[in-house]
């Protein structure tokens, strides 16, 4: 049964990945590639954003495994001959619980090391595309927002790189609005990073406070791009890119140079363990509802759709949990929560499946 569950649940993470991650490399593709980024900066996005990915399917493929290898069995009566021979409930769930302790080792593994690696390596990655000032320019024939208040375009970029019929608008000062115009232009590289050289064109201020339009043509004017784009100085780490350690031993002081409160910073790596049990959770809960089921031909519809609705409502418990130690700050130990009511529900399920299957006591006749 083991050896079945294992290989049902590689077939089901595998397609549910599938899914997940294509829904995800399109909306990357889209971005990536309107941005100016080349093919291989689009799959190695996509491959950081993939340990994630696996981490949100990992409890699903378990419960969809479990549920799918059940079903099977009761259907070719094989769970009906192990009960008949005297196995309890707890007993039959003896494997799917190795099984899910399997995927929790598996998902550990995530948690604590990959994840935070690939989301600390994206963010940086990220960092740099944004900094990326010719990445932002460089784009013909569209309007680009490189930094909030400056509008760019380029009519063509041609094959030595000058830029043709430039329009840069620049309103991040208060009050004052500068359109700049010019026939051609290049990007050129110095000590002070990039910047844009324009030939044979104007600007055109408008002091918004007196109503006033300065008209200025020149035969040639350097414009600062990185200044354009902005600086947002040093970026702060993310509770997701830290690691299990950090997070569950944080101080104030740490926390205060990341923008965090140390009891958020504990909530999240507590959280982290918790979701090591939830494959266990996942798993037994599906295994249990159809134990109640019996055998029967028709298959076990009612108690599959069962099954799923205490996956939901863990679901939803999961996601209450976490948002309240985001918002709220609360006890670490809400953080397991979610994990624990779904092993306490699996564990009332096999319950009551060996109780509906308690042999009738014999008939004593009562004394004369």
Known sequence: MLSQLLMLFGFFAL???????????????????????????????????????????????????????????????ELVVMQATGFSPFRLARPVLYFGLVVG?????????????????LAERQLEISQNTAAKFLVEGTFNHPARGLTFYIRSIDLSGELTDLFLSDK????????????????????????????????QTLDSTTARLTVTRFVDFTY????????????????????????????????????????????AGHERIAQTLLPASTALI???????????????WRQIAGAAG?????QLLANAASKAGTNQGAHWAVAYA?????????????????????????????PA
Do not use: C
């Open 310 to 314: 205490f996956i939901i409502v863990l």
């Open 15 to 77: 397609v549910l990945v599938s899914v997940y991650w294509v829904n995800r490399a399109v909306s990357l593709f889209d971005q990536l590639i309107s941005d100016g980024q080349s093919a291989w900066v689009f799959l190695e996005f996509t491959a950081l954003t993939l340990p994630n990915v696996i981490r949100l399917v990992l409890p699903l493929a378990a419960f969809v495994g479990t549920v799918y290898v059940t079903n099977r069995l009761s259907q070719e009566s």
């Open 224 to 267: 600062d791009v990185v200044a354009a784009a902005g600086d947002d100085g040093p970026r702060r780490a993310d509770v997701d890119e830290l690691a299990t350690a950090a997070l569950l031993f944080a101080d104030d002081a740490t926390a205060g140079t990341l923008g965090l409160t140390s009891a958020r910073m504990r909530f």
């Open 338 to 366: 979610p994990a624990l009511a779904g092993l306490a529900v699996a564990a009332a399920l096999l319950l009551l499946a060996g109780r509906g299957r308690r042999p009738p006591r014999p008939y004593e006749p009562e």
């Open 105 to 121: 080792l598996m998902m550990a593994v995530l948690v604590h090391f990959l994840v935070p690696a690939s989301r600390a390596r």
């Open 172 to 203: 991040r000062t208060a009050g004052q609005r500068s359109i700049y115009t010019a026939k051609r232009a290049r990007l050129v590289s110095d000590d002070t990073g990039p910047k844009l050289v324009m030939f044979d064109g104007m600007v």
């Open 286 to 300: 599906g295994f249990a509802t159809l134990l109640l089921g019996g055998f029967s031909r028709f298959g076990l």
